[in-house]
T-cell receptor, first 113, second 115 residues
Framework: AQSVTQLGSHVSVSEGALVLLRCNYSSSVPPYLFWYVQYPNQGLQLLLKYTTGATLVKGINGFEAEFKKSETSFHLTKPSAHMSDAAEYFCAELSGGYNKLIFGAGTRLAVHP | DVKVTQSSRYLVKRTGEKVFLECVQDMDHENMFWYRQDPGLGLRLIYFSYDVKMKEKGDIPEGYSVSREKKERFSLILESASTNQTSMYLC??????????????FGPGTRLTVL
């Protein structure tokens, strides 16, 4: 069955440090991949998406992700963390028709001074 | 701006009660989705609908039903609430599209507690 795996349920970084959130997908066909962010007490917001073309995808708030087919990975990075980046991040893959998504378990990012 | 609204942010119900969670979107989207969000499990799809009166089961439909009588409104129904249905419920909507992907837009969620 199709699955999305996020390594690390909690990640803590210092303000200004590199953010790296890991995601691996299982699909054997070219995937559509997404990162969503959920700020406290809010719904999910799309950060970025990979559909086709360039494997390095830039999103909002300085985040980017690189699609690596050989590693079946789509890790999310940001060069310098900001306090406002503290949130839960979900990796997702398109699954079948009707725009259905399969989500990973989520990674909660904490940013400390 | 796309807006997806959910009728309640917080809800407390008793075991055995019938519970209705309402979701409304204002962008004329064909698709609507109900997810539940639990720590360590991410979001899991309960039901979705691609048109009025059309519905499809998601990954965890047991104990739930849905209703879509109007295009903008998608209701999740817990026929007889149980404590294991205590969770955060998220609604989303998107265009149907003919190819590729159309972004899902999410509501703020309803945190349901069943006592």
């Amino acid at each position: 069955a199709q699955s999305v795996t996020q390594l690390g349920s909690h990640v803590s970084v210092s303000e200004g440090a590199l953010v790296l959130l890991r995601c691996n997908y299982s699909s054997s066909v070219p995937p559509y991949l997404f990162w969503y962010v959920q700020y406290p007490n809010q719904g999910l917001q799309l950060l970025l998406k990979y559909t086709t073309g360039a494997t390095l995808v830039k999103g909002i708030n300085g985040f980017e992700a690189e699609f690596k087919k050989s590693e079946t990975s789509f890790h999310l990075t940001k060069p310098s963390a900001h306090m406002s980046d503290a949130a839960e991040y979900f990796c997702a893959e398109l699954s079948g028709g009707y725009n259905k998504l399969i989500f990973g378990a989520g990674t909660r990012l904490a940013v400390h001074p | 701006d796309v807006k997806v609204t959910q009728s309640s942010r917080y809800l407390v119900k008793r075991t055995g009660e019938k519970v209705f969670l309402e979701c409304v979107q204002d962008m004329d989207h064909e698709n609507m989705f109900w997810y539940r969000q639990d720590p360590g499990l991410g979001l899991r799809l309960i039901y979705f609908s691609y048109d009025v009166k059309m519905k499809e089961k998601g990954d965890i439909p047991e104990g739930y039903s849905v209703s879509r009588e109007k295009k903008e409104r998608f209701s999740l129904i817990l026929e007889s609430a149980s404590t294991n249905q205590t969770s955060m419920y998220l609604c989303a909507s998107s265009y149907l599209g003919t190819s590729g992907y159309n972004e899902q837009f999410f509501g703020p969620g309803t945190r349901l507690t069943v006592l």
